[in-house]
């Protein structure tokens, strides 16, 4: 009969590609992890690894097993987070995930709200990118979020819209601000953009995407970066344009860039905001708390939806 331990040798099996790698993940030694791997091929009676090299690729039959093994993980990793919850509310640690730019809106506030109400609690804000945050969902190592949606799938992940920012196009030429900037003239534009790690599922750069359809290209960028403040600083220099959200640009401008200035898309273009958990998920307390103070802190901000 399989066990958990089995599933969880599996999973950072499939995930790395390797036993030894797996062992050193989880703390094993390396044959305890093959010896799991084994027993749980024998129980379902097929094939999950073929030794490749030094590595292991999955079979078809593991890529059916995976998603079905990190529900049965994640279910019992949330029925024990609603024990502890329950036991540890008031001295815990809270754990929540937020995008990766939530730092220029709400982060500080948000720390600040849950500390007024328990001071005695650690906090743990997750996250540089919503698609990586809604990986962390999936997996079962986060309770719930407040992330860029227009990047995150949907399967298995409730998402409830709370805010939407706009997003507006930045540059310290003055001549490129005198109008709207349309989807022709941001198609000949040269563009700095940051989050270049998930360029292909970053949330302004999917929205970009879309605007950009009807002209056949793509954002042109020129330079690539990770964070924003680093993409606003070479738009005050001149060597770029940028497209990000409005209160990112109301906020870093007239410190990194003060001779530079914002101007809206034509047609206007917006991010949504949204709380996600696994669907189905019973919350802890804790979870509701930082849902509760997060969609506080985000709609004084940005504009509010589901009121």
Not at 148 to 164: F, L
Not at 216 to 234: F, H, K, M, W, Y
Not at 272 to 299: C, D, K, N, Y
């Given at each position: 009969?399989l066990s958990?331990?089995q599933?969880?040798?599996f999973?950072?099996?499939?995930?790395?590609?390797?036993?030894?790698?797996?062992a050193?993940?989880?703390?094993?030694?390396?044959?305890?992890?093959s010896?799991?791997?084994?027993?749980?091929?024998?129980s379902?009676?097929?094939?999950?690894?073929?030794?490749v090299g030094?590595?292991?690729?999955?079979?078809t039959?593991?890529?059916?097993?995976?998603?079905?093994?990190?529900?049965?993980?994640?279910?019992?990793?949330?029925?024990?987070?609603?024990?502890?919850?329950?036991?540890?509310?008031e001295?815990?640690?809270i754990?929540?995930?937020?995008f990766g730019?939530?730092?220029?809106?709400?982060?500080?506030?948000?720390?600040?709200?849950?500390l007024?109400?328990?001071?005695g609690?650690?906090?743990?804000l997750?996250?540089?990118?919503?698609?990586?945050?809604?990986?962390?969902?999936?997996?079962?190592?986060?309770?719930?979020a407040?992330?860029?949606?227009?990047?995150?799938r949907?399967?298995?992940?409730?998402?409830?819209?709370v805010a939407r920012?706009?997003?507006?196009?930045?540059s310290?030429?003055?001549?490129?601000?005198?109008?709207?900037?349309?989807?022709?003239r941001?198609?000949?534009?040269?563009?700095v953009?940051?989050e270049?790690?998930?360029?292909?599922?970053?949330?302004?750069?999917?929205?970009?995407?879309?605007?950009?359809?009807?002209?056949?290209?793509?954002?042109?960028?020129?330079?690539e970066?990770?964070?924003?403040?680093t993409?606003?600083?070479?738009v005050g220099?001149g060597?770029?344009?940028s497209?990000?959200?409005?209160?990112?640009a109301?906020?870093?401008?007239?410190r990194?860039?003060?001779?530079?200035?914002?101007?809206?898309?034509?047609?206007?273009?917006?991010?949504t905001?949204?709380?996600v958990?696994?669907?189905?998920?019973?919350?802890s307390?804790?979870?509701q708390?930082m849902?509760?103070?997060?969609?506080?802190?985000?709609?004084?901000?940005?504009?509010?939806l589901?009121r």
């Amino acid at each position: 009969m399989l066990s958990l331990h089995q599933l969880r040798c599996f999973l950072a099996t499939y995930e790395h590609g390797s036993l030894t790698a797996a062992a050193d993940e989880l703390g094993y030694a390396q044959p305890s992890v093959s010896e799991q791997v084994r027993a749980l091929e024998k129980s379902l009676g097929v094939q999950l690894f073929r030794r490749v090299g030094r590595g292991v690729v999955p079979t078809t039959v593991a890529d059916t097993l995976r998603p079905h093994a990190e529900k049965v993980l994640a279910s019992v990793a949330e029925a024990q987070d609603a024990v502890r919850s329950v036991r540890s509310f008031e001295t815990g640690t809270i754990r929540f995930g937020m995008f990766g730019v939530a730092r220029l809106y709400a982060s500080a506030g948000l720390i600040a709200d849950v500390l007024a109400r328990y001071p005695g609690v650690r906090v743990e804000l997750v996250g540089q990118n919503s698609t990586a945050v809604a990986e962390d969902l999936r997996r079962g190592r986060l309770e719930a979020a407040m992330l860029a949606v227009a990047g995150v799938r949907s399967e298995g992940i409730t998402i409830t819209p709370v805010a939407r920012e706009e997003l507006v196009y930045i540059s310290a030429d003055p001549a490129r601000l005198a109008t709207p900037v349309t989807a022709h003239r941001l198609a000949l534009a040269t563009l700095v953009m940051p989050e270049t790690t998930w360029r292909a599922e970053d949330s302004t750069r999917i929205l970009l995407r879309q605007l950009l359809h009807g002209t056949g290209r793509n954002p042109q960028t020129r330079i690539e970066v990770e964070d924003v403040e680093t993409a606003v600083e070479i738009v005050g220099l001149g060597l770029a344009d940028s497209v990000i959200p409005r209160g990112a640009a109301e906020q870093l401008l007239p410190r990194l860039a003060p001779n530079a200035g914002w101007v809206a898309l034509r047609p206007r273009v917006w991010d949504t905001f949204a709380v996600v958990h696994r669907a189905g998920a019973v919350l802890s307390p804790a979870a509701q708390l930082m849902i509760e103070l997060a969609t506080a802190r985000i709609r004084e901000i940005a504009e509010p939806l589901g009121r």
